[in-house]
Protein backbone atom coordinates (compact mmCIF):
# COMPACT_ATOMS: atom_id res chain seq x y z
CA UNK A 1 0.00 0.00 0.00
CA UNK A 2 2.84 2.43 0.63
CA UNK A 3 4.18 4.14 -2.64
CA UNK A 4 7.86 5.06 -1.13
CA UNK A 5 10.95 3.08 -3.08
CA UNK A 6 13.91 2.91 -0.78
CA UNK A 7 17.67 3.81 -2.69
CA UNK A 8 19.80 1.73 -3.82
CA UNK A 9 22.58 1.43 -1.23
CA UNK A 10 22.43 2.58 2.19
CA UNK A 11 23.16 5.94 3.72
CA UNK A 12 26.71 5.54 5.28
CA UNK A 13 26.22 6.09 8.91
CA UNK A 14 29.65 7.16 9.85
CA UNK A 15 29.44 10.58 11.21
CA UNK A 16 26.35 13.56 11.05
CA UNK A 17 28.79 15.09 8.01
CA UNK A 18 29.48 12.35 6.27
CA UNK A 19 25.96 10.86 6.67
CA UNK A 20 24.51 13.95 4.74
CA UNK A 21 27.26 14.13 2.32
CA UNK A 22 26.78 10.34 1.49
CA UNK A 23 22.84 10.79 0.60
CA UNK A 24 21.75 10.82 -2.87
CA UNK A 25 19.29 13.40 -2.23
CA UNK A 26 17.43 12.57 -5.80
CA UNK A 27 17.07 8.77 -4.85
CA UNK A 28 14.98 9.57 -1.27
CA UNK A 29 11.92 8.68 -1.40
CA UNK A 30 8.59 9.96 0.03
CA UNK A 31 6.76 7.76 2.52
CA UNK A 32 3.02 8.61 2.24
CA UNK A 33 -0.27 5.71 3.31
CA UNK A 34 -2.70 5.56 -0.04
CA UNK A 35 -6.09 3.87 -0.05
CA UNK A 36 -7.28 2.12 -2.92
CA UNK A 37 -11.04 2.35 -3.40
CA UNK A 38 -13.46 0.18 -5.63
CA UNK A 39 -13.30 0.56 -8.97
CA UNK A 40 -16.80 2.71 -9.59
CA UNK A 41 -15.58 5.36 -7.10
CA UNK A 42 -11.87 5.69 -8.56
CA UNK A 43 -13.77 6.65 -12.06
CA UNK A 44 -15.61 9.19 -10.05
CA UNK A 45 -12.32 10.51 -8.56
CA UNK A 46 -11.13 10.73 -11.92
CA UNK A 47 -13.60 12.34 -13.31
CA UNK A 48 -13.69 15.33 -10.55
CA UNK A 49 -9.86 16.03 -10.99
CA UNK A 50 -9.59 19.78 -10.92
CA UNK A 51 -6.68 21.00 -13.77
CA UNK A 52 -3.88 23.81 -12.97
CA UNK A 53 -3.99 23.51 -9.37
CA UNK A 54 -1.21 22.61 -6.85
CA UNK A 55 -1.29 20.37 -3.92
CA UNK A 56 1.46 22.13 -2.13
CA UNK A 57 0.28 25.21 -1.93
CA UNK A 58 3.04 27.82 -1.56
CA UNK A 59 6.52 27.84 -0.16
CA UNK A 60 6.36 29.08 3.58
CA UNK A 61 8.63 31.81 4.55
CA UNK A 62 11.58 30.64 5.94
CA UNK A 63 11.96 29.12 9.60
CA UNK A 64 8.31 31.04 9.90
CA UNK A 65 7.05 27.07 11.30
CA UNK A 66 9.71 26.84 13.88
CA UNK A 67 8.39 23.42 14.94
CA UNK A 68 8.31 21.30 11.45
CA UNK A 69 11.00 18.95 11.40
CA UNK A 70 12.49 17.11 8.27
CA UNK A 71 13.22 13.14 8.82
CA UNK A 72 15.50 11.10 6.47
CA UNK A 73 14.92 7.84 7.58
CA UNK A 74 17.29 4.52 6.92
CA UNK A 75 15.81 1.18 6.28
CA UNK A 76 17.21 -2.30 4.97
CA UNK A 77 15.58 -1.52 1.64
CA UNK A 78 16.89 2.55 1.40
CA UNK A 79 16.21 5.95 2.87
CA UNK A 80 12.72 7.63 3.07
CA UNK A 81 11.29 10.82 4.12
CA UNK A 82 8.78 12.21 6.39
CA UNK A 83 7.84 15.21 8.29
CA UNK A 84 7.17 15.66 12.07
CA UNK A 85 6.88 18.08 14.57
CA UNK A 86 9.02 18.62 18.01
CA UNK A 87 6.74 18.71 20.58
CA UNK A 88 9.51 18.80 23.70
CA UNK A 89 13.01 19.46 23.45
CA UNK A 90 13.69 16.02 22.93
CA UNK A 91 10.58 14.41 21.54
CA UNK A 92 9.14 14.47 17.76
CA UNK A 93 5.70 13.10 17.15
CA UNK A 94 5.20 11.66 13.52
CA UNK A 95 2.97 9.35 11.89
CA UNK A 96 3.42 5.23 12.99
CA UNK A 97 3.85 4.22 9.06
CA UNK A 98 7.09 6.14 8.88
CA UNK A 99 9.13 4.27 11.24
CA UNK A 100 8.01 0.69 9.97
CA UNK A 101 11.15 -1.09 9.66
CA UNK A 102 13.35 1.84 9.95
CA UNK A 103 17.02 1.19 11.46
CA UNK A 104 17.83 4.69 12.27
CA UNK A 105 16.69 8.85 11.45
CA UNK A 106 18.30 11.36 10.61
CA UNK A 107 16.36 14.66 12.37
CA UNK A 108 16.75 17.92 10.47
CA UNK A 109 15.47 20.99 12.83
CA UNK A 110 15.18 24.54 11.87
CA UNK A 111 15.32 24.08 8.27
CA UNK A 112 13.97 25.48 5.04
CA UNK A 113 15.84 23.76 2.20
CA UNK A 114 16.25 20.15 3.62
CA UNK A 115 18.90 18.56 1.46
CA UNK A 116 21.28 21.97 1.96
CA UNK A 117 23.69 22.86 5.16
CA UNK A 118 21.85 26.31 6.31
CA UNK A 119 22.99 27.63 9.15
CA UNK A 120 19.61 27.52 11.54
CA UNK A 121 19.44 23.60 11.10
CA UNK A 122 20.65 21.30 13.82
CA UNK A 123 20.71 17.38 12.92
CA UNK A 124 20.21 14.14 15.57
CA UNK A 125 20.58 10.88 14.49
CA UNK A 126 18.70 8.50 16.85
CA UNK A 127 17.20 5.09 16.68
CA UNK A 128 15.07 5.47 19.68
CA UNK A 129 11.27 4.86 18.24
CA UNK A 130 7.95 4.40 19.98
CA UNK A 131 5.31 3.31 17.22
CA UNK A 132 1.80 3.00 18.60
CA UNK A 133 1.10 -0.26 20.12
CA UNK A 134 -2.02 -0.92 18.23
CA UNK A 135 -0.78 0.63 14.69
CA UNK A 136 -2.43 -1.23 12.25
CA UNK A 137 -1.88 -0.95 8.45
CA UNK A 138 -4.56 -2.90 7.22
CA UNK A 139 -7.14 -0.49 8.78
CA UNK A 140 -4.85 2.39 8.95
CA UNK A 141 -5.78 3.07 12.86
CA UNK A 142 -3.76 4.49 15.33
CA UNK A 143 -0.80 6.19 13.05
CA UNK A 144 1.02 8.04 15.73
CA UNK A 145 4.76 7.39 16.63
CA UNK A 146 7.20 9.44 18.66
CA UNK A 147 10.84 9.98 18.03
CA UNK A 148 13.50 10.02 21.20
CA UNK A 149 15.98 12.56 20.43
CA UNK A 150 18.26 11.28 23.42
CA UNK A 151 19.34 14.69 24.37
CA UNK A 152 17.56 17.92 24.13
CA UNK A 153 17.75 19.84 21.23
CA UNK A 154 18.96 23.83 21.53
CA UNK A 155 15.63 26.39 20.78
CA UNK A 156 16.18 29.08 18.71
CA UNK A 157 14.44 31.38 16.35
CA UNK A 158 14.44 28.83 13.88
CA UNK A 159 13.55 25.57 16.21
CA UNK A 160 10.52 25.94 18.78
CA UNK A 161 8.42 23.93 20.21
CA UNK A 162 4.22 23.16 18.94
CA UNK A 163 1.66 23.28 21.36
CA UNK A 164 -0.79 19.65 21.36
CA UNK A 165 -4.66 20.21 22.43
CA UNK A 166 -5.42 19.97 25.87
CA UNK A 167 -7.68 17.63 28.01
CA UNK A 168 -10.67 20.81 27.77
CA UNK A 169 -10.01 20.19 23.65
CA UNK A 170 -11.01 16.60 23.72
CA UNK A 171 -14.61 16.80 22.61
CA UNK A 172 -14.11 19.40 20.01
CA UNK A 173 -14.13 18.20 16.93
CA UNK A 174 -12.77 21.32 14.74
CA UNK A 175 -15.11 20.56 12.04
CA UNK A 176 -14.92 24.08 10.17
CA UNK A 177 -11.52 24.97 11.37
CA UNK A 178 -9.23 26.46 9.45
CA UNK A 179 -6.23 24.24 9.29
CA UNK A 180 -2.28 24.74 7.67
CA UNK A 181 -0.76 21.64 6.22
CA UNK A 182 3.16 21.75 6.29
CA UNK A 183 5.54 19.82 4.71
CA UNK A 184 8.44 19.14 2.40
CA UNK A 185 6.00 16.30 -0.07
CA UNK A 186 5.36 16.36 -3.35
CA UNK A 187 3.47 19.85 -4.57
CA UNK A 188 1.72 17.84 -8.04
CA UNK A 189 1.07 14.35 -8.71
CA UNK A 190 3.41 14.93 -11.79
CA UNK A 191 6.15 15.86 -9.55
CA UNK A 192 9.13 13.04 -9.29
CA UNK A 193 10.28 13.94 -5.74
CA UNK A 194 9.79 15.66 -2.57
CA UNK A 195 10.00 19.41 -2.70
CA UNK A 196 13.26 21.31 -1.51
CA UNK A 197 11.65 23.84 0.48
CA UNK A 198 8.81 23.95 2.92
CA UNK A 199 5.35 24.50 1.65
CA UNK A 200 2.10 25.67 3.48
CA UNK A 201 -1.42 25.38 2.27
CA UNK A 202 -4.43 26.07 4.03
CA UNK A 203 -7.71 24.65 4.55
CA UNK A 204 -10.51 23.41 6.06
CA UNK A 205 -11.28 20.97 9.08
CA UNK A 206 -14.17 18.87 7.44
CA UNK A 207 -16.48 16.31 9.53
CA UNK A 208 -15.80 13.11 9.90
CA UNK A 209 -19.33 12.20 8.23
CA UNK A 210 -18.61 13.72 5.66
CA UNK A 211 -14.93 12.24 4.55
CA UNK A 212 -16.44 8.56 5.69
CA UNK A 213 -19.26 9.57 2.67
CA UNK A 214 -15.63 9.74 0.26
CA UNK A 215 -13.89 7.19 2.14
CA UNK A 216 -16.89 4.60 2.23
CA UNK A 217 -16.95 3.71 5.65
CA UNK A 218 -12.67 3.66 6.59
CA UNK A 219 -12.93 6.49 8.24
CA UNK A 220 -12.96 6.04 12.11
CA UNK A 221 -13.47 8.43 15.26
CA UNK A 222 -9.22 8.85 15.44
CA UNK A 223 -9.25 10.13 12.38
CA UNK A 224 -9.42 13.94 11.34
CA UNK A 225 -9.98 14.95 7.80
CA UNK A 226 -9.12 18.24 5.89
CA UNK A 227 -11.21 19.30 2.84
CA UNK A 228 -9.31 18.75 -0.29
CA UNK A 229 -11.90 21.53 -2.43
CA UNK A 230 -9.27 22.87 -4.95
CA UNK A 231 -7.14 19.98 -5.22
CA UNK A 232 -5.45 21.23 -1.96
CA UNK A 233 -4.05 18.71 0.68
CA UNK A 234 -1.08 16.31 1.40
CA UNK A 235 0.57 14.07 -0.59
CA UNK A 236 3.89 11.79 -0.69
CA UNK A 237 6.70 13.11 1.85
CA UNK A 238 4.21 14.53 4.12
CA UNK A 239 3.40 11.94 6.24
CA UNK A 240 4.02 12.56 9.76
CA UNK A 241 3.54 15.84 9.29
CA UNK A 242 1.61 18.40 11.07
CA UNK A 243 -2.19 19.71 10.92
CA UNK A 244 -2.56 23.04 12.90
CA UNK A 245 -4.97 25.40 13.63
CA UNK A 246 -4.36 28.64 15.41
CA UNK A 247 -1.33 27.53 17.08
CA UNK A 248 -2.32 23.99 18.14
CA UNK A 249 -1.08 20.97 16.36
CA UNK A 250 -4.65 19.19 16.11
CA UNK A 251 -3.22 15.91 13.68
CA UNK A 252 -0.63 14.18 11.78
CA UNK A 253 -0.67 13.56 8.23
CA UNK A 254 -1.66 9.89 7.82
CA UNK A 255 -3.16 9.03 4.28
CA UNK A 256 -5.13 9.50 1.00
CA UNK A 257 -6.76 8.70 -1.84
CA UNK A 258 -4.37 6.21 -3.81
CA UNK A 259 -5.19 7.76 -6.89
CA UNK A 260 -3.41 10.94 -6.82
CA UNK A 261 -3.28 13.92 -4.36
CA UNK A 262 -5.33 16.47 -7.02
CA UNK A 263 -8.50 15.01 -7.03
CA UNK A 264 -10.01 16.66 -4.55
CA UNK A 265 -10.25 14.26 -2.12
CA UNK A 266 -9.72 14.95 1.86
CA UNK A 267 -6.58 14.59 3.70
CA UNK A 268 -6.63 12.04 6.64
CA UNK A 269 -4.84 12.60 10.08
CA UNK A 270 -4.32 11.23 13.03
CA UNK A 271 -6.34 12.93 15.48
CA UNK A 272 -4.04 14.07 18.86
CA UNK A 273 -6.93 14.67 20.99
CA UNK A 274 -7.59 10.87 21.10
CA UNK A 275 -4.24 10.33 21.91
CA UNK A 276 -2.97 12.82 24.89
CA UNK A 277 -2.59 10.18 27.68
CA UNK A 278 -0.51 7.55 25.04
CA UNK A 279 1.80 10.99 24.25
CA UNK A 280 2.21 11.76 27.87
CA UNK A 281 3.16 7.96 28.95
CA UNK A 282 5.56 7.85 26.06
CA UNK A 283 7.35 11.43 26.43
CA UNK A 284 8.46 14.26 28.68
CA UNK A 285 4.90 15.88 27.76
CA UNK A 286 2.63 16.70 30.40
CA UNK A 287 -0.79 17.30 29.30
CA UNK A 288 -2.43 20.65 30.35
CA UNK A 289 -6.12 20.84 31.35
Given at each position: ????????????????????????????????????????????????????????????????????????????????????????????????????????????????????????????????????????????????????????VPLSFAIQLIAL?????????????????????????????????????????????????????QIQGTHICTSGS?????????????????????????FGLGLGCELGWP???????????????????????
Amino acid sequence: MKVFVGLLALVALVSADHVYDDIDWASVRPAHERLQLPENIQKLAQQSKPLGRIVGGTEATPNSIPSMVALLLTAAEGTFFCGGSLISPSFVLTAAHCLDGIIQAQVVLGAHRWNELEDSQVRRFTNQFTQHQAWNPATLVNDIALINLGEPVPLSFAIQLIALPRHQDVTNSFNGASARLSGWGMDSDAATSISPVLRQVFTNVMSNLLCNVQFLGQIQGTHICTSGSGGVGACGGDSGSPVVTGNMQIGTVSFGLGLGCELGWPSVHTRLTNFLDWIAANSDIVIQP
